[in-house]
């Protein structure tokens, strides 16, 4: 049996489990007073794009949402789990002005692109300004900001997934009871799966070009793993068209894909799938 549940303020926090990443926000506010809190209502945006962005959501008379408004300016510090008591410090009621990360273990460096500083004992940092804040009524701040550097402990970068995972011992939020006792996971029991082709007449379906495409541009595409093809296909005829040309060619790929940013060593990151 299943029962429906009423949706209200805070439903993903009242019933639902929605795990989430969890962050550590340091900003400064105008006269460089730094503050720290926790957040987790954030994503990845626009992640295609040359200049990737990032989506947050603030309480807007939040500090850091204020300060973020006044400077433009603020750094995601994702701490390991061995560090959740300070995070939780952090997210305690100090009046405005107070520097959370005082008390705390956290100690700061100087970020490179933005003021605010960065906190030493988080693996994964992104620096980031902000390009556009939308404040819903009576509601959530929600800013869309442009990831400046993305900083990350030595070495991290080089392990595979399976050994960073471990190695960065990220917790995952797992929201609170009554906005007060927040529940997170350690990531102790990892497991992966293989993401296998799809069956191969599905596939030779799925390609339906709107366009006359030459044989090079053709095998190109064909190059392209599955799992993107069809949406570069739509992307690559936009372009075609948008130049007023009647046939793809391997030039109308290569400029678009230069613009997207997504060459060679690009597009080796999907890897490919398995075979069945
Ligand atoms: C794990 C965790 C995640 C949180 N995520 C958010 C969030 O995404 N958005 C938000 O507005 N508040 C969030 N909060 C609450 C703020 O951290 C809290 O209100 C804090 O006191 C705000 O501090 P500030 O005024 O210095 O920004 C979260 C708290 C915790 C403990």
Redesign the pocket.
């Known amino acids: 049996m299943k029962e429906e549940i009423p949706i209200r303020p805070f439903w993903y926090s009242d019933a639902w489990i929605f795990p989430?990443l969890?962050t550590v926000?340091t900003?400064m506010d105008k006269d460089g007073r730094v503050?720290?809190?926790?957040?987790?209502?954030?994503m990845q945006y626009d992640v295609m794009a040359k200049t990737p962005q990032m989506m947050?959501?603030?309480?807007q008379?939040?500090?850091?949402?204020k300060n973020i408004k006044a400077t433009g300016e603020f750094v995601i510090n994702c701490p390991s789990s061995e560090y959740l008591e300070d995070?939780?410090e952090?997210?305690?009621?100090?009046p405005e002005g107070v520097n959370?990360l005082e008390h705390t273990r956290f100690t700061t460096i100087p970020s490179r692109y933005v003021k605010p500083p960065s906190i030493e004992q988080a693996p994964q940092i992104m620096e980031c300004t902000v390009d556009r804040i939308v404040e819903l009524d009576k509601s959530?701040g929600i800013v869309y900001a442009d990831i400046k550097a993305i900083i990350m402990d030595e070495g991290l970068e080089k392990m595979s997934r399976a050994e960073r995972i471990p190695a960065m011992n990220l917790p995952i939020?797992l929201g609170?009871q009554d906005r007060f006792e927040?529940f997170?996971a350690r990531p102790s029991d990892i497991v992966s799966f293989g993401l296998k082709e799809t069956p191969r007449g599905i596939q030779a379906e799925s390609i339906d070009p709107t366009m006359q495409w030459d044989k090079d541009s053709m095998e190109g595409l064909m190059q392209i793993p599955p799992m993107v093809r069809e949406m570069v296909m739509t992307q690559v005829e936009t372009y075609a068209k948008g130049k007023g040309a009647e046939e793809v060619t391997m030039t109308h790929m290569s400029e678009l894909m230069a613009e997207f940013g997504m060459d060679e060593a690009l597009m080796a990151r999907f890897g490919g799938p398995k075979k069945d």
Request: aromatic share 20%; glycine share 6%; hydrophobic share 35%.
């Open positions: 989430k969890i926000i900003t503050n720290a809190a926790p957040y987790s209502h954030i947050m959501g603030f309480r008379d939040s500090h850091t949402f995070l939780m952090t997210a305690r009621f100090y959370e959530s939020g609170d927040y997170y």
